[in-house]
């Protein structure tokens, strides 16, 4: 170890430790340590609000090349707890960065750990299951654990709180990177769209808007009435943190919701908290999906998908409820996409919105401007 660096330590809660060194924020932090295997968009991950709670362990051994600039950012800032690498680039090289992947993170008080043995924490982790760890550059591992003994677990635990919005506000950014600006058609009429915010990424409200719709962000405690009030032509439910089970007043208010009839589009969290509404059941992953190659079929194709989360919806759950499964991971078979067969109501646990990641399931947003343009016609 270089004699400039700083020492850290990550402990896991089975007593499991690692020694590296310390880069972004020096201290001590806490989450629930899990893994994600793309090669590509740490800056994109670490700034998704899916993330808040969790220390990150990228699998790439190589992060922070590129640095970090203000184009690729997911959220208002960093969500993640802490971040785990094998090897950080101290010198970024690339025309877009600002600054570099430490110096962002010190700055937003994000602690990281470096120099370890990236492959054998991840096979630790597919092996006993994702759990709580804690990274330091102060405290022995005999103090980590005990602080370990203290942390909740991440079943049960409501995070929508700590990344949801405070206000009503409308997002006004059509296009973002490069492939948004061209590749949606252009619509006279608008879409009145309502976005509950159980943690949104901004790439979501891109591509809402790159299909014509005006979005309105909301924040998750949004009452029914308050969002019918909007006059939506449909409603999105976003991504989001935590235990899909602990978030009972989005649960509540998506029941009440469906009986609006309105189209309706859930991604991630929303994807499971509509299926809780419906009726179904979530249950907890040993270690997730997160990553930018996860293989989901649909119907006769198969796609591509970028993935992040730790719960997923039980398919038997969801049997005699008037709901098809449209979407199956193929690594695991778990429910990755249902659409309701009476309601204009659909739902997908993937990130068809990308950033990082393919874009094979940017047409599920065209759908949905699509059901609302028919409902229009409906009622015109």
Request: negative net charge; proline residues 6%.
């Amino acid at each position: 170890m270089e004699a400039s660096r700083i020492g850290a330590r990550l402990v896991l809660a089975d007593g499991t430790a690692f020694d590296g060194w310390s880069f972004g924020a020096t201290g001590t932090t806490t989450g629930e340590v899990v893994f994600n295997t793309g090669m590509t968009g740490y800056q994109e991950v670490i700034t998704d609000p899916s993330y808040c709670g969790q220390i990150v362990t990228f699998t790439y051994p190589e992060l922070g090349n590129t640095g970090i600039n203000p184009e690729d950012i997911e959220s208002s800032r960093p969500q993640v707890q802490g971040v785990i690498a094998h090897n950080v680039a101290r010198r970024p090289s690339s025309w877009r960065a600002t600054q570099s992947l430490s110096e962002w993170l010190a700055q937003h008080g994000i602690v990281g750990i470096a120099g370890i043995d990236t492959r054998a924490l991840t096979r630790r982790l597919r092996s006993q299951g994702a759990m709580n760890g804690a990274i330091s550059t102060e405290l022995t591992s005999e103090q980590l654990l005990a602080r370990l003994r203290e942390q909740p677990a991440m079943q049960g635990l409501d995070l929508v709180p700590e990344v949801t919005a405070a206000a009503p506000y409308t997002w006004e950014d059509p296009s973002g990177s490069g492939w948004l600006a061209t590749d949606a058609p252009t619509i006279e009429r608008p879409l009145r769209v309502v976005a509950i915010d159980f943690g949104i990424k901004h790439n979501i409200l891109r591509r809402l808007t790159s299909y014509g719709c005006e979005v309105t962000v909301v924040p998750a405690t949004a009452s029914a009435d308050a969002i019918l009030a909007y006059q939506p032509d449909g409603i999105f439910l976003s991504n989001g943190p935590g235990d899909p089970a602990a978030v009972h007043y989005g649960i509540e208010t998506v029941q009440q919701l469906l009986a609006a009839q309105k189209p309706m589009f859930g991604i991630c969290l929303g994807h499971q908290i509509l299926a809780l509404a419906l009726g179904g059941r979530t249950y907890k992953l040993k270690f997730g999906h997160r990553g930018l190659n996860q293989p989901a079929r649909a119907n006769d194709r198969v796609e591509i998908t970028s993935q992040n989360h730790g719960f997923a919806v039980d398919a038997d759950s969801l049997a005699g409820a008037d709901i098809e499964i449209t979407h199956v991971n193929l690594n695991d078979r778990t429910v990755e996409g249902f659409r309701h067969r009476t309601l204009p109501v659909f739902s997908v646990q993937y990130h068809p919105e990308a950033s990082p990641g393919p874009h094979d399931a940017d047409y599920l947003f065209a759908q949905f401007a699509q059901l609302m343009r028919e409902k229009q016609e409906v009622e015109a």
